[in-house]
């Protein structure tokens, strides 16, 4: 609402965190899809099919890095290519880094706006939400360098009466930056051996489900298509059959079809328990 009018084009990488779909339609904006293509078991942002959308008439993009809910942790040449290209078409970005700092070994977090000298085009959201395990404090924050679109979007925030945290949220977001970082090595440990755990037991005993494995993130992407199943059918297994709550990859647009994510943030001994009620669904359909 801040950066366009209503009518201009924002880009959005599907399969995507739903509710980017209704931040550009709900005001009026169009939405530009983009989705990202699977190839050998990666996901890909296809830049040629991003050009098209740009030339016609997109002004703002949504980027989510580390991408939920497909794991991807992007590498500074691919970041560096889409920020080429927003430049080129005069985009802005508005650069979604909420899960930055749940990176597995092996992979970095470059936050976009590093990439550039000047970085007034690039907004850059996070919050402690996610590896602090605190969303119910309420509290993000938005990294602003222009003075002219901070401006903006304070008058848009202004207009909604979307007013700063609280005491109880403000304290909590700065403790957990300052003084967080055994908390967070020691979820970081946790949680890679619980994919190591996961990618093991879906690949041995879950067939024909197939994990895409996540290079952030605490959500782990299920290729479950080879079960055969339409979406509603799929959703139903899970709930119905396995008893298992997982989220419907149809929820995060064109791609996620065929597909569920799966929230490995919980004590390892419930995510196995998981996994045995969905092996013991699938033997009851065979
Ligand atoms: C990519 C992404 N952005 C934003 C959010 C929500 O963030 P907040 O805690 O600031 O409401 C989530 C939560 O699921 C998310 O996955």
């Known amino acids: 609402m801040a950066f366009t009018e209503p009518g201009d084009g924002?880009?959005?990488q599907s399969p995507v965190y739903y509710p980017f779909f209704t931040a550009v339609t709900l005001p009026g904006r169009r939405l530009l899809l983009n989705p990202l293509e699977l190839q050998d078991g990666c996901?890909?942002?296809n830049l040629a099919h991003f050009e098209q959308l740009a030339a016609d008439g997109a002004r703002l993009m949504f980027l989510c890095s580390p991408h939920n809910p497909v794991g991807r942790v992007w590498r500074a040449d691919e970041l560096e290519a889409l920020l080429a290209l927003c430049r080129r078409h005069g985009i802005t970005v508005l650069s979604d880094e909420i899960h930055h700092d749940l990176v597995y070994p092996g992979h970095s977090h470059l936050p976009l706006a590093?990439?550039?000298?000047?970085?007034?085009?690039i907004v850059t959201a996070v919050a402690p939400s996610k590896t602090f395990n605190i969303p119910g404090l309420g509290l993000s924050a938005l990294i602003v360098p222009c003075p002219r679109r901070r401006a903006a979007l304070r008058k848009v925030m202004d207009q909604v009466h979307m007013t700063a945290g609280n005491p109880f949220s403000i304290a909590a977001f700065e403790a957990a930056y300052r003084e967080g970082d055994?908390?967070?090595?020691?979820?970081?440990?946790?949680?890679d051996e619980t994919r190591r755990?996961?990618?093991a037991h879906i690949a041995g005993r879950l067939a024909p489900i197939r994990a895409i494995e996540p290079e952030g993130t605490y959500l782990l992407w299920l290729d479950c298509s080879g079960l055969g199943l339409d979406d509603g059918a799929l959703k139903r297994f899970?709930?119905?059959e396995a008893r298992v709550g997982l989220n419907p990859g149809i929820v995060f647009g064109e791609g996620g079809s065929g597909f569920m994510r799966m929230n490995l943030g919980a004590p390892?001994?419930?995510?196995?328990e998981a996994l045995d009620r969905i092996e013991t669904?699938?033997?009851a359909r065979d």
């Not at 590093?114 to 085009?121: H, I």
């Open 10 to 12: 924002v880009i959005v």
């Open 43 to 45: 996901y890909r942002m």
């Open 114 to 121: 590093r990439l550039a000298d000047n970085a007034e085009d």
């Open 182 to 191: 055994a908390w967070l090595d020691a979820l970081l440990a946790y949680l």
């Open 197 to 199: 755990v996961v990618a």
């Open 238 to 240: 899970f709930i119905d």
């Open 268 to 272: 390892r001994s419930r995510i196995l």
């Open 281 to 283: 669904a699938l033997r």
